[in-house]
């Protein structure tokens, strides 16, 4: 029998923004869509935190999010990021997640990781630094990051990562980041 919903047995796949826009977070909802994205994604997907992967770093970390447009209008938080300073002009980003419906196409990671780069080197960064998961690292090496060594975070194999400043020039705190098109 015919299921009226899903006419051919298996479930629709939803439709997919084609416009990906970056910024930091500072709506309400912006907010409570970063956490919940960042508890799906590293809590209860990748089992690497007990409940929360908040840290010392989330009270004074900026927090990054990609939203998918419909008809220019902000439809919902895929992607997540967050950056924080370190040391004076040493800046750190982690954290960089993305919806599991959007992770194919690229587009969210990349306009992630140009909006904390290019808004950290807008506040005094002069060494961007990241700690990627070891099967993220040729994805950010493409994004002009090169591997510094070999760490361990929550047990797991990562590299430290260092940007290439140059190929992310300063950006103000307020602007966005459009990636044109996902698919």
């Known amino acids: 029998m015919l299921d009226i919903v899903n ?3 298996s479930r629709v796949r939803q439709s ?3 416009e990906i826009v970056a910024e930091v977070a500072s709506e309400p909802w912006q907010l409570q869509a970063y956490r919940e994205l960042r508890r799906a994604i590293f809590a209860e997907e990748q ?3 007990a409940g929360s992967d908040f840290d010392q770093h989330d009270h004074h970390a900026l927090p990054i ?3 998918s447009q419909i008809a220019g209008m902000a439809d919902s938080v895929v992607g997540v990021v967050r950056i924080y300073r370190s040391e004076p002009a040493t800046w750190y980003g982690g954290r960089l ?3 599991r419906d959007y992770r194919r196409f690229g587009a969210v990671g990349a306009a992630l990781i140009a909006c904390a780069v290019s808004t950290a080197h807008a506040l005094g960064c002069q060494r961007f630094l990241a700690t990627v998961q070891v099967a993220n ?4 090496e493409r994004h002009h990051f090169r591997v510094l060594r070999d760490v361990t975070v929550q047990e797991r194999p990562h590299c430290l990562m260092q940007a290439e400043l140059a190929a992310y020039p300063p950006r103000a705190r307020g602007e966005r980041f459009v990636q044109a098109r996902v698919a």
């Not at 690292?137 to 950010?140: A, G, I, L, T």
Request: no cysteine; glycine share 16%; hydrophobic share 55%.
């Open 16 to 18: 997919l923004s084609a």
């Open 65 to 67: 999010v990609a939203q």
């Open 7 to 9: 006419p051919w047995g």
């Open 97 to 99: 997640g993305v919806h």
């Open 47 to 49: 089992g690497l935190f």
């Open 137 to 140: 690292v040729r994805y950010f």
